[in-house]
Each structure stands twice: as structure tokens, then as C-alpha cells.
């Protein structure tokens, strides 16, 4: 269970003639995650969604209110006061000091991010970049390859394997992207538009691989995506996002049963609800 | 046939013509004349091995004003005595003097190359992992920052004549500037990679709970390698200029001093050869950089 209470993030731009400004990202973002669910993050550009994904992933902190993963406080922000500042910053010196704290005592890879950008290691290969996180998760190697190529062939891209990224089209480096969140099994996946630059027959593939391995690991998915279609047909939960400041404006739940048919009925109704919505 | 109608084809069949039409006085020129024909072979072969149209067209090009360089040189020196003969030896002489003078050449770059090497590869081997450490510590960079601003830009050439006091050995003082020369490029640059390293990488990585050495080695050295390379070549440069500044300046053995040294009694036909012997020893030296650099960087898109 992942808890949001009260999110919100500010981020300070470089002051101009004196004045100091920022841009205030997230502002009172409340929300419930449940194990094991799928919740789509929706809404325009700009609306701090990739923000929040960072947060939920350690990699920023809060500028207010807090983020509890199973009860426990997960992400807070960075205190003001300098004494209190000091001691968090010793204690977290390496690592951004969400990402320490959540891998502190715990078994290592609670969580799988999909980038935006892809973020796929360019000096590796293929293989090797699935390899190479299964290996950080204490996979043998012989037992990697293996497991490697089983996930690059439900991306499609066994025979690209030994090519490197900076060969890739971009959808090609998404499917890496998410070959390699995949392949750890993670308890939380978090995904950022991980879909967006692939055709419609791989992207629909891909959903319902997604689907797939949602239904047989249990793992938790946040997805944040621009395509309303994709929403609420993978969703059991979606969250209406406006911009400037980001807030949400609408929680949807999907109740319809799995699996589910894309042309189904109910499922077109509530698209259309979404879409005229946003208008 | 039109094929083998070429540039350096013609230009070379002209030079034969040139070399082995006989003076006045008799004297046909055979070792140039075998000279060009070895230069043309070793060209079929290079390109040969060249995978792509582009680089063999090229190779037949660089022939071609080679033998234009040659032609003219030849013409203007031995034919037609327009250039000073003090100055502008005839080719055949500083080919003979070559040949001869190759054992000296060599003994003396073997003292040349171990001062390189120990300066260059002490600097890659301080530099390196010294702008790694630095780059990833955000207090050490703001200590080093203004040292680098201060000491960086100031041309190491002017440390030789201090160097050569300081030190006991005319071949620690040149290491040691070899060594100063080849250090702020590299880590310079070696700094740079890593402040640039993509932040979503760095991102990637910290999901991936990287830490420690992992972090260090597979993510940082490899993200900061394409900067490290160019920094590297750099260093390299300036180690060859720094090299032979040394040697101009305090010694008495390498390639550097057998030039000064025979270019102060005025025997040309020597300095030219030993500068046609640095020249090709750089060549080779900065090939084989090349091919390592190539060997690092083959997963970028813009180093073939
Ligand atoms: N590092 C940063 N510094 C300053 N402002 C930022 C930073 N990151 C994001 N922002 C601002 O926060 C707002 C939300 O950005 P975010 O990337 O979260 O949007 P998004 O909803 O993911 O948009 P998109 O759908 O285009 O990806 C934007 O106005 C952006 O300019
Ligand atoms: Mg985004």
C-alpha cells in the first residue's frame, strides 16, 4: 500500500533581477495506492505527473507532506532546519536519500522504474543492460542470460540483442526500458509513458504483457500515460491530473472485470467521459 | 581500364618518369624510383584492408600528393637547382642519409619513448581517477576548482628550465613536465565527463540501488569515457610537444636533441630525416591511441 498525503512540490528556478521564483509542480496531492493494483496517472502535459513518479521513486524529495509505503514514512522532506539537516544529509550521503532510505533493511529491489527517456545504460548492449540489473539483483549469470533473452523475446527484440542503444529506434530503447524494469520482478513498477513511441499492434502486445505479469507477480503498477484508451483499459484506478499547479481533479475507478475487452461497451463509455472531461 | 586511369596512378607514372629519366650527367635515380613504387604497394594493401569506398578513395588521394610533394621537391632540388642546396637537401640524399641514420634513429627514440611513456601514462594513471573522485564529490570539486582555474591555463613549457634545476636527473625533469603538460587535459576533461554524465542515467542507476564501486565502474568511468578519450588525446599532444620542448631545451640522447643537435651544424639531410622518423612515429603512436579509443567508444554513434 502506498499512501500520498498532502504531496506537494516546488521547484526553485534561478532567480531573475532579484526576485526569487519557482514553479510549484504538485500541490496537495492526495492518494491511496493498493498492492497489487494498477492506477494510471493521467492528465496534460506539464502537470507534474513524471514529478510524482520521481518522488514515489526516491530520486526527489517532497517540498511538503509526506509518502508512506506500507504505513511506514518513505518520503518526507528535506528538513529547513539546519541542525536537522545536517544529521539527514550524513545519513544519507551516497545515495539520494529517498533511494537509501527505502533500500535500507530491506531486500534490494522493491522498485522498477520505466524513464520517460529510457534511460538505458548507451555503453551496454542489449543483453547485456537486462543482464546487467538481473545481475545487480544477485542472479547468476548463466542464470541471467537465460532469463535475459526470455524478457527481450517478449519485447521483441531477441534479434537485436547485441546491438547497442545509440542503434536503436526509440521505440526499440522503450521496450528495452522495459524489458529491464520487467525482468527483476519488482513489488512496485513505476511507469512513465512506457508506451508512447511504439506502434499500436507492439503497444497493445505490451499491455497485455503487462497485464500478464500484473496478474501473475501481484506487483503494484503505476502508469503514467497521455492515452486515455490505455488507461482505462489496463486501470483499476485512475487519477485525473490538471496542471499548474498539478493537483488531481477526479479519481476513476474501473470496475469492469478481467480480462477485459478493449471494445467493450462499458469500458468505450468511460473513455469518453475522460475525454470529455478534460475539454 | 578507365579504373585504373587514376590521380596518384598518373602522378606516379610521371614520377618514375622523373626519377628514372637520367640527368646530364648520366645519374638515374633507382632507389627513389623503387621508393614510389613501395609507397603505391603499401597503399594497394592499406586499402586492401579498408571496409569502406570512402577510405579507399582517400588512401589513393594522400598518395597522390605525396607523390606531388615529392615530384616538386625532387624537380626543384636535383633537375632544376632552384632551392638552396644547404637548405633543401635532394630528396635522395635525405633518403640515403634515412636508411643509414634508422639504428641511431631508433636508439635514440627508445630513450624519447621511455620518458613519454612514464610522464603520459603516469598522468592518464593520477589524472583519471583523480577527475573521477573529484567529479562525484561535490565539496573536493569546489576545493580543486579554483587550483584548476590558477594552475591549468599556465603553459607548462615554462616549468622545463625549473624542472631541469629542481630535479636531479635530466629524465625525471622531463618526466615531470611531460607529466604536468599531460595532466590538466585529461583531468580537466576527465571532470567534465562526469558532470555531464546524463542525469536519467544517474536516475537509472540510483533505482537500481547501484552504490560503491558498481556505481564507480559501470556507470561513471563508462559515462564519463567519451570525455576521458578526448581529454586523453589532448594529453597526448601536449606530451609530445612537452617531450621535445625537453629535449630541445636539457638533453643529450632522443629524437628531440638528434634534431637540434645536426640542425645546429647546419647537416639538413639529418634533421630532415629525423623529422620524417618523429613524424612517422607520432603517426604510429596516435594510430594505435586511435584504435583503443575506438575499441572504448564503439558504442557511440559518431566515432566509426
Ligand atoms: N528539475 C526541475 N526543475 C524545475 N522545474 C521542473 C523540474 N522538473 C519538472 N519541472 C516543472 O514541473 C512541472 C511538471 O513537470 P513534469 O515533468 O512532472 O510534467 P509531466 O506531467 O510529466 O509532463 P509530460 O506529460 O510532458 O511528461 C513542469 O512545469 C516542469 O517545468
Ligand atoms: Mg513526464
Known amino acids: 500500500m502506498i499512501d500520498v498525503l498532502k504531496l506537494g512540490k516546488t521547484f526553485p528556478l534561478q532567480a531573475s533581477q532579484g526576485q526569487a521564483q519557482s514553479v510549484t509542480a504538485l500541490h496537495d496531492i492526495n492518494l491511496q495506492i493498493i498492492k497489487g493494483s494498477i492506477v494510471s496517472l493521467l492528465g496534460p502535459t506539464g502537470c507534474g505527473k513524471s514529478t510524482l513518479l520521481e518522488i514515489l521513486a526516491g530520486l526527489q524529495s517532497p517540498t511538503t507532506g509526506e509518502v508512506r509505503l506500507e504505513g511506514l514514512p518513505f518520503a518526507t522532506p528535506i528538513p529547513t532546519d539546519k541542525k536537522l539537516l545536517k544529521a539527514y544529509q550524513r545519513q544519507h550521503r551516497f545515495l539520494s536519500p529517498q533511494a537509501n532510505r527505502l533500500f535500507h533493511n530491506r531486500p534490494r529491489h522493491d522498485i522498477a522504474m520505466v524513464f520517460q527517456d529510457y534511460a538505458v545504460f548507451p555503453w551496454k548492449n542489449v543483453l547485456d543492460n537486462v543482464t546487467f540489473t538481473l545481475s545487480i539483483v544477485g542472479v547468476p549469470k548463466q542464470q541471467s542470460q537465460e532469463i535475459a533473452l526470455g524478457y527481450l523475446d517478449k519485447v521483441g527484440l531477441l534479434s537485436s540483442k547485441t546491438k547497442y542503444p545509440s542503434q536503436l529506434s526509440g521505440g526499440m530503447k522503450q521496450r528495452l526500458a522495459i524489458a529491464r524494469a520487467l525482468c527483476v520482478q519488482p513489488k512496485i513498477m513505476l511507469l512513465d509513458e512506457p508506451f508512447a513511441s511504439v506502434d499500436e499492434l507492439t503497444r497493445q502486445q505490451l499491455q497485455e504483457l503487462l497485464l500478464h505479469i500484473a496478474s501473475a507477480t501481484k506487483v503494484t503498477i503505476v502508469l503514467v500515460t497521455h492515452d486515455v484508451a490505455e488507461a482505462v483499459y489496463l486501470s483499476d484506478k485512475i487519477f485525473l491530473f490538471t496542471p499548474t499547479p498539478g493537483t488531481i481533479y477526479k479519481t476513476i475507478e474501473v470496475n469492469s472485470p478481467r480480462p477485459r475487452r478493449r471494445s467493450d461497451a462499458e469500458l468505450v463509455a468511460l473513455q469518453n467521459q475522460i475525454s470529455t472531461s478534460f475539454r | ?304
Not at chain 2, 597522390?64 to 633543401?88: N, Q
Not at chain 2, 583519471?128 to 576548482?145: E, Q
Not at chain 2, 569515457?225 to 638533453?251: H, K, R, W, Y
Open chain 2, 1 to 304: 581500364m578507365r579504373k585504373y586511369i587514376t590521380t596518384s596512378n598518373v602522378l606516379l607514372i610521371l614520377l618514375l618518369g622523373l626519377f628514372l629519366y637520367p640527368l646530364p650527367s648520366g645519374k638515374i635515380y633507382w632507389l627513389l624510383a623503387l621508393l614510389a613504387i613501395v609507397l603505391k604497394i603499401s597503399q594497394l594493401i592499406i586499402k586492401s584492408f579498408s571496409s569502406n569506398e570512402e577510405k579507399r578513395k582517400s588512401t589513393a588521394d594522400v598518395l597522390a600528393i605525396l607523390y606531388l610533394f615529392f615530384g616538386l621537391w625532387h624537380l626543384f632540388s636535383a633537375r632544376y637547382i632552384i632551392l638552396s642546396k644547404l637548405l633543401f637537401p635532394e630528396p635522395e640524399v635525405v633518403f640515403k642519409m634515412f636508411f643509414a641514420e634508422l639504428p641511431d634513429l631508433l636508439q635514440h627514440l627508445l630513450h624519447t619513448l621511455i620518458l613519454l611513456t612514464n610522464g603520459y601514462v603516469l598522468a592518464l594513471a593520477v589524472a583519471i581517477p583523480l577527475g573521477l573522485i573529484i567529479g562525484t564529490n561535490k565539496r573536493l570539486l569546489n576545493v580543486a576548482d579554483p587550483y584548476m582555474r590558477v594552475l591549468g591555463p599556465i603553459p607548462p613549457i615554462v616549468y622545463i628550465p625549473y624542472a631541469i634545476s629542481l630535479l636531479p636527473t635530466f629524465q625525471l625533469a622531463s618526466i615531470a613536465v611531460i607529466f604536468l603538460g599531460a595532466f590538466w587535459p585529461v583531468f580537466g576533461n576527465t571532470i567534465h565527463g562526469v558532470l555531464n554524465i546524463p542525469r536519467n542515467l544517474i536516475d537509472a542507476s540510483k533505482v537500481l540501488n547501484l552504490r560503491g564501486t558498481t556505481l564507480f565502474f559501470k556507470v561513471i568511468l563508462p559515462g564519463a569515457m567519451p570525455s576521458i578519450c578526448l581529454g586523453a588525446n589532448l594529453s597526448l599532444l601536449f606530451s609530445f610537444l612537452m617531450l621535445v620542448a625537453a629535449e630541445l631545451i636539457g638533453s643529450s640522447v632522443g629524437v628531440g636533441w638528434y634534431i637540434r643537435h645536426f640542425g645546429a651544424f647546419g647537416d639538413y639531410p639529418r634533421v630532415i630525416s629525423g623529422l620524417i622518423f618523429f613524424g612517422l612515429i607520432v603517426t604510429i603512436i596516435t594510430w594505435g591511441t586511435g584504435r583503443i579509443e575506438r575499441h572504448l567508444l564503439k558504442w557511440t554513434d559518431t566515432v566509426k
